[in-house]
């Protein structure tokens, strides 16, 4: 019950009488930019100093403290159309890639990897059940929902939602075997909202590397884009009635040149414990700073996607 795309469409064609498309896949959904959340300003309350942003140089030199990368990967490809329904079909996965002995190798039992047909199965009822595939239903269309770019955008969010389903897994995991801090530091590429169990272990480290969202006002938006080489804002909590409350802070891990004021720009999230503020705050960014070396070229995202999530991707890659 884990079909890729050409069993799957060869299937779909099956039942819904269709010679089907007999060229190649075409680009993923994803990189067709078909999601993305609109941009937008957030004002959030400052923990460490005075109230606002502030720019601080992370002390010390960088240090490698983390032990392990944790990254998903999600593909959306239409296999066919029904009356303008779309038929996605989807493969989401996500891995753990641990350090031993210098050399990065999967944790536990392994990466997690689903594949299944997304479709809104109240329109398309003979669909429900196909041969040798998992289907998801991705829920009932509403009038204002009914044109065939907003099911595709409704498909690729329900794909990312079992893609977060995944990580959230493996995250959980991780830090319920960290009690008494044996597994140490995880590097997870995003954030920690999604788990109120990760949001709240020490073990756990967010690196988000996208800023739809920037946890500032304008005056703090002018210090975030004046962050040199190894500075940080000062730490704020993010929250909402969504979310875990998080402490936050955003840190310049390579020279903007010119580029822009996002360019080599990261935002962290830790658990909001504890009264060393400003301390974990350095010696994480000292942590995250050590892992700018190697470069992640050619991948056009090198300046902010580190070597151990990169593996994360290709690994992913290999297997899904």
Same mark, same amino acid.
């Given at each position: 019950?884990?079909?890729?795309?050409?069993?799957?469409?060869?299937?779909?064609?099956?039942?819904?009488?269709?010679?089907?498309?007999?060229?190649?896949?075409?680009?993923?959904?994803?990189?067709?930019?078909?999601?993305? +959340?609109?941009?937008?300003?957030?004002?959030?309350?400052?923990?460490?100093?005075?109230?606002?942003?502030?720019?601080?140089?992370?002390?010390?030199?960088?240090?490698?403290?983390?032990?392990?990368?944790?990254?998903?990967?999600?593909?959306?490809?239409?296999?066919?159309?029904?009356?303008?329904?779309?038929?996605?079909?989807?493969?989401?996965?996500?891995?753990?890639?641990?350090?031993?002995?210098?050399?990065?190798?999967?944790?536990?039992?392994?990466?997690?990897?689903?594949?299944?047909?997304?479709?809104?199965?109240?329109?398309?009822?003979?669909?429900?059940?196909?041969?040798?595939?998992?289907?998801?239903?991705?829920?009932?269309?509403?009038?204002?929902?009914?044109?065939?770019?907003?099911?595709?955008?409704?498909?690729?969010?329900?794909?990312?939602?079992?893609?977060?389903?995944?990580?959230?897994?493996?995250?959980?995991?991780?830090?319920?075997? +960290?009690?008494?801090?044996?597994?140490?530091?995880?590097?997870?590429?995003?954030?920690?909202?999604?788990?109120?169990?990760?949001?709240?272990?020490?073990?756990?480290?967010?690196?988000?590397?996208?800023?739809?969202?920037?946890?500032?006002?304008?005056?703090?938006?002018?210090?975030?884009?004046?962050?040199?080489?190894?500075?940080?804002?000062?730490?704020?909590?993010?929250?909402?009635?969504?979310?875990?409350?998080?402490?936050?802070?955003?840190?310049?891990?390579?020279?903007?040149?010119?580029?822009?004021?996002?360019?080599?720009?990261?935002?962290?999230?830790?658990?909001?414990?504890?009264?060393?503020?400003?301390?974990?705050?350095?010696?994480?960014?000292?942590?995250?700073?050590?892992?700018?070396?190697?470069?992640?070229?050619?991948?056009?995202?090198? +300046?902010?996607?580190?070597?151990?999530?990169?593996?994360?991707?290709?690994?992913?890659?290999?297997?899904?």
């Amino acid at each position: 019950m884990n079909a890729g795309f050409q069993s799957a469409r060869r299937a779909v064609a099956r039942l819904i009488g269709s010679p089907g498309a007999d060229d190649a896949a075409g680009p993923s959904l994803e990189r067709s930019g078909m999601h993305g +959340d609109a941009p937008r300003l957030v004002a959030p309350t400052t923990v460490e100093g005075g109230a606002g942003l502030a720019r601080r140089e992370v002390p010390g030199s960088p240090a490698v403290g983390f032990a392990a990368f944790l990254d998903g990967t999600q593909e959306s490809r239409v296999l066919d159309h029904v009356g303008g329904v779309p038929i996605v079909h989807g493969t989401v996965a996500a891995v753990i890639r641990e350090r031993r002995e210098r050399r990065l190798r999967t944790h536990g039992d392994g990466p997690l990897v689903e594949r299944a047909v997304y479709l809104p199965v109240d329109r398309l009822p003979h669909l429900a059940t196909i041969d040798g595939c998992t289907v998801v239903d991705t829920g009932p269309i509403a009038p204002d929902v009914a044109h065939p770019m907003a099911l595709l955008e409704r498909a690729v969010h329900v794909v990312q939602e079992r893609r977060e389903r995944l990580e959230r897994t493996l995250a959980e995991r991780w830090c319920d075997g +960290d009690g008494a801090g044996s597994l140490g530091a995880l590097w997870i590429d995003g954030g920690l909202a999604k788990s109120p169990r990760v949001a709240g272990a020490t073990a756990a480290i967010g690196v988000v590397k996208s800023h739809h969202t920037l946890y500032a006002d304008g005056a703090g938006l002018a210090v975030i884009a004046a962050l040199a080489v190894g500075e940080r804002t000062s730490v704020v909590r993010v929250t909402s009635k969504q979310r875990t409350p998080v402490r936050s802070w955003y840190l310049r891990v390579r020279a903007s040149g010119g580029r822009g004021p996002l360019w080599g720009l990261v935002r962290v999230e830790v658990a909001d414990i504890g009264d060393d503020v400003s301390a974990r705050a350095d010696t994480v960014s000292q942590w995250i700073l050590a892992e700018s070396s190697p470069l992640s070229r050619p991948d056009p995202r090198w +300046d902010t996607l580190t070597y151990g999530v990169r593996d994360c991707e290709e690994f992913l890659r290999a297997v899904s």
